[in-house]
């Protein structure tokens, strides 16, 4: 990732004076919505502004990617596609399943186009495909995806 690190130390001195809670060590996952720019900030946008309280990671990618699994509990600073610090999210329930056990709960979470199920499976599908692409695997529905619920830190949303 292209992130300033003196960029993401204040602004994590920011989100520490906002939430005292949060530990002095920066958070150590760092990581940006999807996998370009216009995604990275329609995504984060609606974390920002709007529904989306949780996201879906496909295992084989962050295993191949050498990324740890979000835990529950853990924190994570995330920046746009550049690198630039946007917030921090804390994981509150982290799931590993099959792709096609994903449940219409989980994909309304996800707050993305009209929540329902049908559409989380068409646009998650369309994104794991491009990712097995770039790693050389195959794309399959029974693929182990981990689905992350989070809630924001910092910057503090009132609504």
Not at 87 to 95: C, F, G, K
Not at 119 to 135: G, I, N, P, V
Not at 138 to 152: A, D, K, L
């Amino acid at each position: 990732m292209g992130a300033d690190k003196s960029a993401l130390l204040a602004f994590w001195e920011e989100a520490r004076a906002a939430a005292p809670s949060l530990p002095a060590e920066i958070a150590r996952d760092i990581w940006f919505f999807g996998d370009s720019e216009r995604l990275a900030l329609s995504l984060a946008d609606l974390v920002l502004k709007g529904p989306k309280r949780a996201t879906t990671g496909l295992v084989a990618e962050m295993a191949a990617d050498n990324l740890p699994l979000p835990q529950q509990g853990g924190l994570s600073l995330v920046t746009d596609f550049h690198g630039v610090p946007l917030m921090v999210l804390r994981s509150i329930r982290v799931d590993i399943m099959p792709f096609n056990e994903v449940d219409a709960d989980f994909a309304a979470a996800e707050g993305e186009g009209d929540g329902s199920l049908a559409y989380w499976q068409a646009a998650h599908e369309r994104y794991f495909k491009r990712s097995c692409d770039r790693l050389g695997l195959i794309w399959h529905s029974g693929m182990e995806v981990v689905c992350e619920r989070f809630e924001v830190v910092y910057p503090v949303i009132t609504r």
